[in-house]
């Protein structure tokens, strides 16, 4: 018996006005946070300051992975990466 195929992925149905602005809220966020990680890649970082970028990166990396699927998650995802590019 083989296992069954899991099951599809629900996200929010969203209007074109909320999807332009989550898309623009996306954009917004993404350009925040890769901002900070370029002036932290210049910076000599204290061991807290090195896990805050490689969490940014990894956040940034999931928003982008997410963004065709679920793009409410995505905009979620690239707003953590930004706030916590503005603690770099």
């Given at each position: 018996?083989?296992?069954?195929?899991?099951?599809?992925?629900?996200?929010?149905?969203?209007?074109?006005?909320?999807?332009?602005?989550?898309?623009?809220?996306?954009?917004?966020?993404?350009?925040?946070?890769?901002?900070?990680?370029?002036?932290?890649?210049?910076?000599?970082?204290?061991?807290?300051?090195?896990?805050?970028v490689e969490r940014i990166k990894?956040?940034?990396?999931?928003?982008?992975?997410?963004?065709?699927?679920?793009?409410?998650?995505?905009?979620?995802?690239?707003?953590?990466?930004?706030?916590?590019?503005?603690?770099?």
């Open positions: 018996m083989q296992p069954s195929p899991p099951p599809p992925q629900l996200g929010a149905i969203l209007s074109d006005t909320e999807r332009r602005q989550y898309e623009a809220d996306y954009a917004q966020s993404l350009s925040r946070a890769r901002s900070a990680l370029q002036q932290a890649s210049g910076k000599s970082l204290t061991p807290t300051q090195k896990e805050t990894v956040f940034i990396q999931q928003a982008e992975e997410s963004k065709g699927r679920d793009l409410a998650t995505a905009l979620q995802l690239a707003r953590r990466a930004d706030v916590l590019g503005g603690t770099c």
